[in-house]
């Protein structure tokens, strides 16, 4: 199939560096954009995990170091209570640092959640519900993306939450829970988390409109700079083309006119070192045989 295009040199050679230049631009646009998303979501998740090492070794340590300590404590008889809440519970822990670090940057939405809470407010929203069934589906520990959610997009983070025989004291049925948890939480139900099941997870939201948004500009201005590039270079070779060979080869066409209709005495006056320059040489020495031969017939 033939395209109508103008018959001439200057679109033959015009237009398809033009369209060179599109396609350059908006792969370069494109590769920009998603190499600029890739690399923030990348620095974002660095950054998540290292809050995420954190959180885990504060859990660590009133697990491991803390609650002892206060079982012994009580275990002397200095306190009625049987548990506090405060100094042993890792999860208690965990979610009071993370309310203190949502306040300080609120950018960053920190959440523990799970199927069958014991605090209601950690029941999973329609997003996170469907992250932990994924998980669970799929074996996968972790789990992060870009989601839209409520009409913004987010980077999300998950890390599973896996409980094991140890967490089934708190998680598990009523009547085993510290006195204190009944008391605090009034759980209405056994909630029999399964030890080695994901049942929940930590999440990370972090807002990622502006990100996108910067990575889409960044990317549009370096499209129109690669295709700005080629716009000069076609309109360079257009204006090169028309000093050096579209202007004297118009003026050769006049030339040849006139000598068609006998005007010989007017030289050809095209002075250049190229094969145009050859070509009026050419002309001229036609120009002037023809003129001896007109001249002998007279
Ligand atoms: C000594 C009691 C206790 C034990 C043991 C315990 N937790 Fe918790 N957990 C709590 C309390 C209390 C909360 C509610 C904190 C709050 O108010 O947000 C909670 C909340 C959670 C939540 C948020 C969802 C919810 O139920 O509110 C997750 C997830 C969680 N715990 C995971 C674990 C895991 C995993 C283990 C075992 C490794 C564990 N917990 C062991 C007391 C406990």
């Known amino acids: 199939m033939k395209l109508p295009l103008p018959k001439s040199i200057r679109w033959k050679v015009g237009l398809p560096i033009l369209v060179i230049g599109i396609a350059s631009g908006l792969a370069v646009g494109f590769y920009s954009y998603q190499n600029s998303v890739d690399q ?18 504060s859990r660590e340590y009133v ?16 306190s009625k209570e049987d548990f506090i809440l405060e100094a042993q519970s890792s999860s208690f822990f965990t979610a009071s640092i993370f309310k203190k670090v949502s306040e300080e940057m609120p950018n960053f ?22 992250i932990i069934v994924f998980m669970r589906n799929t074996g996968n520990k972790e789990y992060s993306d870009i989601t839209n959610y409520k009409g913004e997009r987010y980077f999300v983070y998950a890390s599973a939450v896996v409980p094991d025989a140890s967490c089934l004291r708190c998680h598990g049925q009523v009547q085993n829970m510290p ?40 990317g549009l201005y370096r499209g129109l700079f690669i295709f700005g590039l080629f716009l000069a270079l076609t309109l360079f070779i257009l204006f090169s083309l028309d000093r050096l060979v579209f202007k004297p080869v118009e003026k050769l066409e006049r030339k040849a006119e006139e000598i068609a209709k006998g005007n ?25 045989s023809i003129k001896k031969v007109m001249d002998l017939l007279k």
């Open 40 to 57: 923030a979501k990348d620095t974002t998740k660095e950054k998540i995990k290292t809050a995420m090492t954190f959180t885990k070794a």
């Open 63 to 78: 697990r491991s170091i803390l609650r002892p300590k206060i079982d012994e404590i009580l275990a002397s008889g200095c």
């Open 109 to 130: 939405a920190l959440r523990q959640v799970a199927f069958n809470p014991l605090n209601p407010k950690d029941e999973p929203n329609e997003l996170e519900a469907k």
């Open 179 to 218: 006195k204190v948890i009944q008391t605090l939480y009034k759980p209405q139900h056994d909630l029999n988390w399964e030890v080695g099941k994901v049942q929940g997870a930590v999440m990370v939201f972090v807002p990622f409109e502006s990100t996108i948004l910067k990575a889409q500009l960044t």
């Open 264 to 288: 010989v005495d007017e030289p050809v006056d095209i002075k250049s070192d190229d094969e145009i320059g050859k070509l009026a040489e050419a002309f001229e020495r036609m120009r002037v």
